[in-house]
């Protein structure tokens, strides 16, 4: 584990949703250097499920070290979170650094998510996360090392993450966008960075999600808190960063990872955002136990189809085939998809591709999934009648040569 350097003795810290979870971990973390920590959060009364409270944090922080301030607030309250800064700044006589900890998660689909639970996440998750930096901002300002860390993940815009539930992902990645904007706006006064987790880590909310035996694919809150510290300790300089938990520690010479597992050696959950897909998170919590609760809808043939190819594309894929290709596909899975083979590490979906498609395939969508998994030919379903090509040939024929990549690659 990451040693503590005494760096943050007598800094502030203002940490939202610090009651418990990965917030409590930064806070006792903190502590140990002999900081100040303010435990903002809603729990003032022990809950019937979740062990906590703002009090009881408070108490461990100060066991460990640390100096605390137990501020009992709604982060979507303006007036409370002015309070709760006001009564920092006259207790601490400033505040150095800001953890936008605080969050809501409901994964469900559009339909199945009342406007209650849109309203909470994006309450605490986004407004929570711009109201807690713009009334700490001018304090921040005065400080000679001032970040503000928001618990939230790299700007993944692959539709996988977003297709079945659109509100957390919105949520969530307005606290992104904070990230984005505030440390352009303050760069060079103020360090705006994100960090994220690689796998699962046992949190109230990861029970919730996966059940009572989510626990053995899980890392503790103790890698968020090391690669919290990792970054707060370093100078303003780098900032509008997305950082990963075990890229910030590899990189700081912890290599030893498996000293963070729940059960080491067991095999864990990857988190949400990332490389994984969705339904790959899913299916690896069902062999090791639990429950799903979270499992996504299969997708339609055509959705996986596409979800293969996202995993195909790279930079030299690109460099070889230099085309943009738009499919318009009829049958029971109809609708536009695109594979862009022109720009960057290429990039596929649905609807209209980005830039003018140089090819344009016309077929039914069951043909058009098994010409991608290799059981049709696309010359073959051309010369039949079920594909119907407008533009480059030489351009069709390079993605049929991706086509048998991918099919002997089996994804």
């Given at each position: 584990m990451l040693q503590n350097t005494g760096?943050?003795?007598?800094?502030?810290?203002?940490?939202?949703?610090?009651?418990?979870?990965?917030?409590?971990?930064?806070?006792?973390?903190?502590?140990?250097?002999?900081?100040?920590?303010?435990?903002?959060?809603?729990?003032?009364?022990?809950h019937a499920k979740l062990q906590g409270t703002v009090y009881s944090a408070a108490q461990e922080i100060e066991a460990v070290g640390g100096k605390a301030l137990a501020c009992v607030m709604d982060v979507r309250d303006e007036k409370q979170v002015g309070d709760a800064v006001?009564?920092?700044?006259?207790?601490?006589?400033?505040?150095?650094?800001?953890?936008?900890?605080?969050?809501?998660?409901?994964?469900?689909?559009?339909?199945?998510?009342?406007?209650?639970k849109v309203d909470l996440m994006l309450g605490i998750n986004l407004r929570g996360t711009y109201l807690a930096s713009k009334l700490c901002l001018p304090h921040l300002l005065k400080s000679q090392n001032p970040h503000i860390l928001n618990l939230s993940p790299p700007l993944n815009l692959n539709p996988v993450w977003f297709k079945n539930h659109t509100a957390y992902t919105m949520a969530k990645y307005g606290m992104s966008m904070c990230v984005l904007g505030m440390a352009e706006e303050f760069r060079g006064r103020v360090a705006v960075n994100a960090l994220w987790p690689k796998t699962a880590i046992q949190t109230a909310a990861m029970e919730m999600l996966g059940g009572a035996d989510v626990g053995p694919q899980c890392r503790t809150p103790d890698i968020m808190a090391d690669a919290a510290y990792a970054i707060l300790t370093q100078d303003g300089c780098d900032t509008g960063r997305f950082l990963i938990d075990e890229d910030v520690l590899r990189k700081v010479g912890i290599s030893d990872l498996d000293v963070y597992a729940v059960k080491p050696g067991h095999p864990l959950l990857p988190d949400f955002f990332l490389d994984e897909e969705p339904e790959g998170v899913a299916k690896k919590l069902e062999q090791h136990g639990g429950t799903a609760a979270f499992k996504m809808a299969a997708g339609n043939p055509v959705e996986q189809t596409f979800a293969s190819i996202r995993k195909f594309l790279n930079e030299e894929t690109v460099k070889r085939t230099q085309g943009v290709y738009r499919f318009d596909l009829s049958g029971e899975n109809h609708g536009?998809?695109?594979?862009?083979?022109?720009?960057?590490?290429?990039?596929?979906?649905?609807?209209?591709?980005?830039?003018?498609?140089?090819?344009?395939?016309?077929?039914?969508?069951?043909?058009?999934?098994?010409?991608?998994?290799?059981?049709?030919?696309?010359?073959?379903?051309?010369?039949?009648?079920?594909?119907?090509?407008?533009?480059?040939?030489?351009?069709?024929?390079?993605?049929?040569?991706?086509?048998?990549?991918?099919?002997?690659?089996k994804l």
């Open positions: 760096k943050l003795a007598g800094c502030t810290l203002f940490i939202t949703g610090a009651s418990r979870g990965i917030g409590k971990a930064i806070a006792l973390k903190a502590a140990r250097d002999g900081a100040n920590v303010v435990v903002a959060a809603k729990t003032a009364t022990p006001a009564l920092a700044v006259s207790k601490f006589g400033g505040i150095d650094i800001l953890v936008n900890n605080a969050s809501a998660i409901n994964l469900t689909g559009t339909l199945d998510t009342p406007m209650k536009t998809w695109f594979v862009d083979l022109k720009q960057g590490a290429g990039l596929a979906g649905p609807g209209e591709p980005p830039i003018k498609a140089d090819v344009v395939m016309a077929m039914d969508s069951a043909d058009f999934a098994l010409m991608f998994s290799g059981q049709l030919k696309p010359t073959m379903a051309f010369m039949s009648g079920k594909l119907r090509i407008q533009g480059d040939m030489t351009l069709a024929i390079k993605l049929e040569k991706m086509m048998a990549a991918m099919s002997k690659a």
